[in-house]
């Protein structure tokens, strides 16, 4: 054999074993909703059922839980990438040593551990009488997911060209102007990824989230909980049932954004 097909054999190889490490917990997983064992696991195999979807239509607190989960996930949302988007364009206009301070303290929150993040708020918040529940959730969890749009409106800005402003304004438009026409269709992509990324951040959550949630019970809460009082496969219902959602969405997502590409025209 050449080393070309060696090569090949052994990228090939990696590729199969690099796929199914991502794709066969989840696999696993989604299986066993159809096991008609009482316990999440698909060894033994006992039989094949859907009474775990019905199971899981009927769990009232589980649709509780995915419910609040939802709310606390717009909001943060709602929160993170406005003052995301202002925090990166603040940094791009700062000089290089003002610049390199201030991303070290606005990064600061994703090196600190969201057990330290859920207490410190915590106890912040008690000093001026708010009690644990979802706007404290909401404020835990942006302090950090905020850094992540942050991080990728500054990787979209690195791309943009200054003079587009500059011809802009020389035009005659407004700073508001031509924030709205051109800045932010340009940035309409990072937001989009961001906003994405801030949903799913939000919804895993689990270590600050603990710590703030007063009386509530977000999903993460809810499934931790059932670990330690008896979980069963329709938490994998509920599961298999997002995943789903989330592929069929960002396959419709890439189809529309292929099109929308074909359709412009070719210079």
């Not at 509780?64 to 940094?91: E, K, N, Q």
């Not at 706007?135 to 850094?147: H, K, Y």
């Amino acid at each position: 054999m050449t080393p070309d097909r060696i090569f090949r054999g052994l990228f090939v190889l990696y590729l199969l074993a690099f796929v199914a490490y991502l794709f066969m917990p989840l696999i696993i997983m989604g299986a066993a909703a159809f096991n008609t064992s009482r316990f999440p696991t698909v060894i033994p195999w006992q039989g094949t059922t859907l009474d775990w979807f019905s199971a899981m239509w009927a769990d009232a607190a589980m649709w509780r839980a995915l419910w609040t989960s939802a709310i606390v996930a717009f909001f943060v949302v709602l929160v993170a990438l406005p003052v995301g988007t202002a925090a990166a364009l603040v940094l791009t206009t700062l000089h290089a040593r003002a610049r390199s301070f201030a991303y070290a303290v606005m990064v600061s929150p994703l090196l600190t551990p969201g057990v330290v993040i859920g207490i410190s708020t915590l106890i912040l918040w008690r000093q001026v009488g708010v009690g644990g529940g979802i706007a404290l959730i909401v404020v835990a969890q942006t302090t950090f997911i905020i850094c992540y749009v942050m991080l990728m409106v500054m990787a979209r800005l690195q791309r943009f060209d200054r003079t587009q402003e500059e011809a802009a304004l020389g035009l005659g438009a407004s700073r508001l102007m031509v924030f709205r026409r051109v800045l932010l269709p340009f940035l309409r992509p990072a937001l989009l990824a961001s906003g994405g990324l801030a949903v799913l951040q939000s919804v895993e959550n689990y270590n600050t989230t603990l710590f703030v949630r007063g009386f509530e019970t977000p999903l993460t809460v809810f499934i931790a909980t059932k670990v330690r009082t008896g979980l069963t496969p329709a938490v994998n219902a509920l599961a298999l049932v997002i995943i789903a959602v989330t592929v069929i969405g960002a396959v419709a997502y890439e189809i529309a954004r292929r099109r929308q590409l074909s359709a412009r025209p070719r210079s």
